[in-house]
């Protein structure tokens, strides 16, 4: 397959949330090595998966995995915030299930010429999902100002050294282009005290915050997993995987908003705003990896799972008070 290898987290706790139904519609829009696809396909005979990815090594190898299911499933290059379009193109409505898995996958990260490592020190600064994309982390490196490194480092990779981060590697690209990964995690690291040094891996936040700004991976998550959740039947479910807190509070904030009905001022005698429920939470809380799994994959530990059912047109508990 290529090379192309992602263990799927937590298969067991997805295909038990997703809860597969005979001759039901799946969509996968973040396919990967195709691991949670394969086990999608295989739980029911009569299961069809439209799936996307914007990784052409991933579509591959994952076409090459799910080759036994032939004729039941279709995978386009592309973004998963394209549901429309390409549910529109296979004649696709309503969906029984959704699956989001918002995790690197291990090829991608242990592929050095990818860039998307900091431990891979020779590795160009690259950092795309979709190599057809212009943007790279090198071009975020070299050529954005002071002041917007400054607000992806914070807000993208949660740094709080995000200040210092920013004015050294525009002090040091003022010197030479900035061009492997190696140069941006010396950078990086050089720029936190010592004494937060021993925390964890120092550059680990930026290539993080980079990453995340060349994929584009926050712009509109929230209003599309919203629009993948009205897309589903009664019943259908949702299930979305993320590994690091803004794409998590991003997720819980979506399903909140659907999983609450009437907002109006309690005074008022009836329901005025004609807001419905249309989620139901089947985990308030996240879940996460089971100990084993930890043991097995590491990679794991950062996972959260979130999952919603679609409720339909419930009617309201807010009537007249």
Avoid: W
């Amino acid at each position: 397959m290529g090379g192309f290898y992602h263990r799927p987290v937590m298969l067991g706790e997805v295909l038990e949330g997703l809860a597969i139904r005979e001759n039901g519609v799946y969509f996968d829009g973040t396919l990967g090595g195709g691991g949670h696809s394969y086990a999608i396909l295989a739980a029911k005979t009569t299961t069809r998966l439209v799936a996307t990815d914007k990784d052409e090594e991933a579509i591959r190898a994952a076409t090459e995995r799910l080759a036994p299911f032939a004729g039941r499933f279709s995978v386009h290059r592309t973004d998963y915030k394209n549901y429309a379009a390409v549910l529109a193109e296979e004649g696709v409505g309503e969906l029984d299930g959704v699956l989001l898995d918002f995790g690197i996958s291990s090829h991608q990260i242990d592929e050095a010429e990818r860039g998307f490592s900091y431990l891979k020190a020779e590795a160009p600064l690259d950092m795309r999902m979709d190599r057809r994309s212009k943007l790279t982390a090198e071009i975020v490196v070299n050529e954005y100002t002071e002041e917007r490194l400054v607000r992806i480092l914070r807000d993208y990779g949660e740094e709080r050294f995000s200040a210092q981060i920013a004015r050294n590697i525009v002090r040091e690209r003022a010197k030479k282009r900035i061009a492997t990964c190696g140069e941006l995690a010396k950078i990086a690291e050089e720029s936190i005290p010592v004494k937060f040094r021993f925390h964890g891996p120092c550059a680990r936040q930026t290539f993080q915050a980079i990453r995340i700004e060349v994929n584009g991976e926050l712009d509109g998550l929230k209003e599309c997993v919203k629009g993948l959740a009205r897309r589903l039947k009664p019943d259908g479910r949702i299930a979305v995987l993320t590994f690091h807190s803004l794409e998590d509070r991003i997720v819980k904030e979506a399903f909140r908003e659907l999983s609450e009905g009437c907002d109006c001022p309690k005074y008022f005698p009836v329901c005025v705003c004609g807001k419905k429920r249309e989620l139901e939470l089947i985990n308030k809380k996240p879940i996460t990896a089971s100990e084993e799994e930890l043991e097995e994959n590491s990679r794991s530990k950062c996972a959260k799972l979130r999952i919603a059912r679609k409720i339909g047109n419930e009617s309201d508990d807010r009537g007249i008070h």
